[in-house]
């Protein structure tokens, strides 16, 4: 999957710092109990239903524990899971496979989770135009985890942090006194920087639209709590010239109403804040 934080250096920085958390001077109940040369294997099991994520990821894991380890897979991401499945199988080491056993878990039982809720999401706004996006209410340093899970699960990811996007929320705009003051600040500031970046604009009544739509050089205009039929007003006075986003209190009850109101994305914390993970276990064998 080609996505621009998927970097070897982003996810090999990631899985460093989650097995140093975890592991310490040693992982010492694998390192007292069981011999240094032995081998065994070792089943991801699935235990619930939905679509499995965190494949790729659990490769990288594996292999930055010890490169001997060898992975045979016989599931990938984005496949549908059901309870009995077996996405692969993990030989060599046994102390290796166990120093990674959680981390691999830990990973892929919150990827699922959020693979399998986006895919959900996606399949009620099938017959529209929308786009579901995903947001930067994540987990502190699990971030990339959680957007490739997104991604996974048929949705879009939207900015990946406070760099690489011009967002201009309710308090930024309150803090520098109108729409129009923010955006012409925010212009000068990129032209001065030399920066090429998507302008998206909060707005919450359809005076603050009409005042985006006017100052004009605006990428997105965001449509945040509104009610559907202030959105489909919205979505008149735009009238495409830049890109729709609905936000703010969406939910598997409403999401189809507010796609049908013509938006282009709607972005939904939830896919990531308030998930249950999937069940999964490694079991030897």
Not at 120 to 143: E, G, V, W, Y
Not at 224 to 242: F, H, Q, W, Y
Not at 243 to 251: N, R
Request: aromatic share 4%; net charge neutral.
């Amino acid at each position: 999957m080609s996505l621009a934080y998927l970097s070897d250096k982003s996810i090999k920085q990631f899985i460093k710092s989650a097995l140093a958390e975890d592991i310490g001077d040693g992982d010492h109940s694998s390192l007292s109990s069981i011999p240094q040369n032995h081998t065994s294997k070792a089943r991801l099991l699935v235990k619930d239903e939905g679509i499995l994520a965190g494949v790729d990821l659990a490769q990288k894991i594996f292999k930055e524990v010890d490169p001997e380890l060898e992975l045979k897979l016989l599931m990938k991401d984005g496949d549908t899971m059901q309870s009995g499945d077996v996405a692969f199988e993990v030989s060599g080491s046994a102390r290796s496979i166990l120093t990674a056993e959680r981390l691999v878990l830990n990973c892929m039982q919150r990827m699922s989770g959020i693979a399998s809720y986006t895919h959900h999401m996606c399949s009620l706004i099938k017959n529209t135009k929308a786009k579901i996006l995903d947001t930067r209410k994540t987990t502190p340093n699990f971030r990339i985890a959680e957007k490739w899970a997104v991604a996974i699960g048929g949705g879009k990811n939207h900015r990946f942090g406070l760099y690489d996007m011009i967002m201009l929320k309710d308090n930024h705009i309150d803090y520098a006194g109108s729409i129009t003051k923010a955006v012409q600040s925010t212009q000068k500031y990129l032209k001065e920087k030399g920066k090429q970046l998507a302008i998206e604009v909060e707005t919450r009544n359809l005076d603050e639209v009409k005042e985006a739509l006017s100052v004009g050089d605006v990428d997105v205009i965001m449509l945040d709590n509104m009610m559907p039929s202030t959105m489909r007003e919205a979505v008149k006075l735009i009238n495409g010239t830049c890109k729709i986003e609905a936000s703010g209190g969406i939910t598997e009850m409403n999401i189809a109403e507010v796609a049908e109101c013509g938006v282009d994305f709607i972005s939904v914390g939830a896919l990531t804040h308030s998930v249950k993970s999937k069940d999964l276990s490694l079991k030897a064998f």
